[in-house]
């Protein structure tokens, strides 16, 4: 075996290092990538200086955007310095297509930004196959990895009888007022709603307490959920519902899965390919408004499942993998010349020092990548 063969891949993530808060997404994708590679969280220095063989972006709209105009002005000024290296040095920059549509509130400058960065990629990582790809693109699909090893360190409970449960952020585009429409309607003493998540506004807590009219079958904890209460909230629920009015990835319905609860949501091409991935009577699906009758059947319909839901396609060892194989691949077909890489690479450091010395340091502070 050669030296050159021998080297473990440098990708560049576009996160920050993983804390405790951050998207157990990304960080089981990080833990399980740096037993093949070395992977480097983001930092401006080391984006901008450091040497590293491919850049892995998840949500590229969050290397422009920030919480105030100064942290913004930063974070677009690397941005620019880094599209610029990356577009010098022909470094491949592979996508995680996590969203169909970019975010709307974003300008015009950004946009350009963003489409700039689009332009320049070699390959897009889907995590479905119903994910369209993009126009002049290569692509994988490498499915989202489930969360059985992230919450085994935490006891789940007893499922109570008749519970349905939601969990998960509560926002108006997921149907959760939906939900406890159909539910108050449902004609069973012992069936039970609890819904527990971060709501997006104080008004929306007052919509689905209003929808519930006063039902003392409907349970409300408005809060976000550690780990620990996320798994006892779902275990406790025979069936978990997600009504969202749009899906395409769904975190939720895998961690549901991944602590052996079947879930109910919308009938769509991508739910009907996860049904049939996992097994009969893990993913119900439901077409048209939510009502009482689609509750009735849909916890009738989970008594019939048997064994575990097969996650097998969703192992980490897995994606870690095919990740592996995906940033291979975007190497081969970007193949940048050694020697115009170098002279490319000193020409971004020069004009980088010549004109952020301050923005490294802050963008650092203010960076949150996926967390």
Do not use: C
Request: aromatic share 6%; charged share 25%; glycine share 6%.
């Amino acid at each position: 075996m050669t030296a050159r063969a021998a080297r473990r891949l440098r990708i560049l993530e576009s996160f920050r290092q993983p804390k405790s808060t951050t998207n157990p997404y990304i960080t089981q994708l990080f833990d399980s990538l740096n037993e093949v590679a070395d992977v480097i969280a983001y930092r401006p220095a080391a984006a901008l200086f450091g040497r590293y063989d491919a850049v892995h972006l998840h949500w590229p709209e969050l290397l422009v955007g920030g919480h105030n105009w100064r942290g913004r002005s930063v974070r677009r000024a690397v941005t620019s310095l880094l599209v610029l290296r990356w577009r010098l040095t022909r470094v491949p920059i592979v996508r995680t297509v996590h969203n169909l549509e970019r975010p709307t509130n974003i300008n015009a400058f950004d946009n350009r930004v963003l489409d700039r960065i689009d332009r320049m990629t070699t390959l897009d990582i889907r995590l479905n196959d119903q994910t369209p790809p993009r126009a002049g693109i290569d692509g994988v699909t490498i499915p989202h990895g489930h969360y059985r090893d992230w919450f085994a360190p935490h006891a789940g409970g007893s499922a109570v009888s008749g519970r349905l449960g939601y969990v998960g952020l509560i926002r108006r585009y997921k149907g959760v007022e939906d939900l406890v429409a159909a539910f108050v309607r449902l004609d069973d003493p012992t069936a039970s709603l609890h819904i527990s998540g971060k709501p997006s506004t104080s008004e929306l807590v007052a919509v689905l307490h209003d929808a519930s009219n006063g039902d003392p079958r409907v349970t409300i904890d408005p809060r976000f959920l550690d780990d620990e209460e996320l798994v006892h909230a779902m275990t406790e629920a025979e069936l978990i519902v997600l009504p969202y009015r749009h899906m395409h990835n769904s975190g939720t319905a895998l961690a549901a899965l991944s602590v052996d609860r079947p879930v109910l949501v919308p009938d769509n091409e991508v739910n009907r390919a996860l049904a049939e991935e996992v097994g009969r009577g893990w993913v119900l699906l439901f077409d048209g408004d939510l009502t009482a009758d689609t509750l009735r059947r849909a916890l009738d319909e989970s008594a019939a499942r048997a064994g575990r839901p097969d996650l097998s396609e969703r192992e980490w060892s897995v994606s870690r993998d095919r990740h592996l194989a995906a940033f291979q691949r975007a190497i081969a077909i970007a193949r940048p010349s050694g020697r115009r890489t170098r002279r490319a690479n000193k020409t971004v450091l020069r004009i980088a020092g010549e004109g952020t010395t301050s923005a490294p340091a802050e963008t650092a502070a203010q960076h949150q990548g996926a967390s």
